[in-house]
């Protein structure tokens, strides 16, 4: 949800990164973690995300989320999200990701241009990193598509970040 929460602590803290190349359409990744009983990956894409470590900066927050998820340094940051965006976690998944400390995550949102190659892009992490894989493949998509592209849970928070950001992609075309 996008809606004010009183207790910040509940949510974890997370950055964003609507990557857009030169068509305007946003960079999305289909995540690795789809369970086995859905059938296809329809609504399992996503934007790149993550956590804030304690006292960073959310820029260098985003920046360091990008490279680790899709090996991405080619990038100009082009504004964020006015305030914490929020979702909650569906009540079966709470008890079982971040060890039932979070009910969901507090987001901002960054537009970022991708200014590289796509021959950059690489969602298998670096080797002697600790870096988890979060995506099987990844695509350009048009804005207009993306949040119906997600897991219903996040579907408020994307028609969010779409509505703060968007006028980067139009820009762009």
Partial sequence: ??????????????????????????WMGLRVDIPENVEGPGNWWQMPQGGVDPGENLEVAVVRELFEETGIKSIEILGRTRDWLYYDLPSDLQNNIWSGKYKGQKQIWFAVRFTGNESEINIDPPKGLNYKKEFLAWKWMPIYQIADSVVPFKHDLYVQVVKQLKVYALSIK
Avoid: L, Q, W
């Fill in 1 to 26: 949800m996008s809606e004010f929460k009183k207790n910040f602590e509940d949510y974890r803290p997370c950055v964003g990164a609507m990557i857009i190349n030169k068509k305007g359409h946003i």
